[in-house]
């Protein structure tokens, strides 16, 4: 198996190579380039050919959120991943991060081993959502509401029954095979509504599902 490449985007050289040095000392990833901004992240994803991109929030030039929107706007670009970083978990720019198309994110002080799991956890195309966290975030963001900027005019509305059930499960942190458990279905059924779900809400990913479901008020905050 090839290793997860890695691009490593933050304005603290410092940050940098020591995020550098933990993932070269597996042998499962490599870091493939380093960006100190973030129109140097958009650029070295579409030159180094990454497989997912460790972004800061909060860089010069282009911001980790606009930076993070370009890359999942490009469909040159439409498999590199974005794990977002943030020092606090009560950061509201994670929640822009995340409809700009980031597929989680990370707090700066979180262990190494946390960090490992999360680049292998996105990298496989899942998405990584601490619910805590998540909640209270989305919390914030619907304090002030604004119109969705994800998914298509219909939301969850054009969902079948089964379709909204599976998508209430995603938005509250559980997995495949959780959801299947929870409904008795088999994980093969749960992994096809929930591809199902992405297709009918032009989600990118299980991230943008429980942004879509949390603003359509399908779940509360807290609940």
Known sequence: MNPIRVLLADDQTLVRASFAMLVESCRDMEVVAQAGTGREAVDLARSERADLVVMDIRMPDLDGIEATRLIAADDDLAGVRVL???????????????????????????????????????????????????????????????????????????????????????????????????????????KTHVSRIMGKLDARDRAQLVIIAYESRLVAPGQ
């Open 84 to 190: 977002v970083l943030t020092t606090y978990d009560s950061d509201e720019h994670v929640i822009e991060a995340l409809r700009a198309g980031a597929s989680g994110f990370l707090v700066k002080d979180a262990k190494p081993a946390d960090l490992l799991a999360a680049i292998r956890t996105v990298a496989a195309g899942e998405s990584l959502l601490a619910p805590g966290p998540t909640s209270r975030l989305i919390a914030r963001v619907l304090s002030a509401p604004e119109p969705p900027a994800i998914g298509a005019a219909g939301g969850p509305g054009q969902l079948t029954e089964r379709e909204r059930q599976v998508l209430t499960l995603v938005a509250r942190g559980l997995n495949n095979t959780e959801i299947a458990e929870t409904l008795g279905l088999s994980p093969l059924t749960a």
